[in-house]
């Protein structure tokens, strides 16, 4: 009865052991120009930072970080005050980061994550949005000063269409990436709430894997909470 009773728990610390190592996250990379410091990796609970992993770096630019990730969520990679922090999508396996100390986050190179490069795919594209839309707030003000009320319309009309154009891309990409965990994240970040039609459709096509996500989850906690709003 002993030997099955010891046969049974030593069972159970390797089941438990690898399954440990298979959710494992390494973040590993170089900081080019960092000689001495602490890095941290950190993700967001609630509205607060918290330092799952950190090292100290002395002499070396090299560092290894870890932490178990239950489904893919964004983490950061930070050095502390006067630094920004890096944000990236985490998940299992191994993630590389190569960055400059003086173009911490604008140097940073992520490669080892599906849906950080699905996210970059995205943002490429929002910044091409976000552009254009700084442009036509330039010509506003410019035909603000100039009183120009036709040419003011026609601006805001451009405005506004541009936007729409934004969030229905976001929507899109959102659904033709369903089985992945940026689709609701995206939804939760860059769809705006006041639309509960764009949301819930983002919602109805996330694969049942992606719905049991961290994001997928929340997001349906986000239409509940709204569509009870507007009963």
Avoid: H
């Amino acid at each position: 009865m002993k030997k099955i009773l010891v046969i049974a728990v030593t069972f159970l610390v390797l089941f438990s052991c690898n399954k440990k190592d298979e959710n494992t996250m390494y973040v590993k990379g170089t900081i080019d120009g960092l000689k001495k410091g602490t890095l941290y990796l950190q993700k967001q609970i609630d509205s607060a930072f918290v330092s799952v992993d950190s090292i100290s770096i002395n002499g070396t630019s090299d560092f290894l970080l870890s932490d178990i990730v239950e489904s893919p969520e964004i983490y950061f990679l930070s050095l502390g005050k006067g630094y920004k922090n890096i944000p990236f999508f985490g998940e299992k396996d191994s993630i590389t980061i190569n960055t400059k100390l003086d173009k911490f986050e604008l140097k940073a190179e992520i490669t080892g994550s599906e849906n950080q490069d699905l996210w970059n795919k995205y943002t490429d594209i929002i910044k091409k949005f976000n552009n254009k839309n700084l442009d036509l707030i330039k010509e506003d003000f410019e035909m603000r000063k100039l009183g120009n009320q036709d040419s003011i319309k026609i601006v805001e009309s451009k405005r506004i269409r541009l936007l729409k154009t934004k969030s229905l891309y976001a929507v899109n990409f959102a659904i033709q990436n369903a089985n992945y965990e940026v689709a609701p994240y995206i939804a939760l970040t860059e769809v705006n709430r006041a639309n509960i039609q764009l949301l819930d459709t983002i919602n109805k096509s996330l694969t049942p894997a992606i719905k049991k996500s961290k994001y997928g989850k929340q997001l349906e906690e986000v239409l509940v909470e709204l569509k009870a709003a507007k009963q």
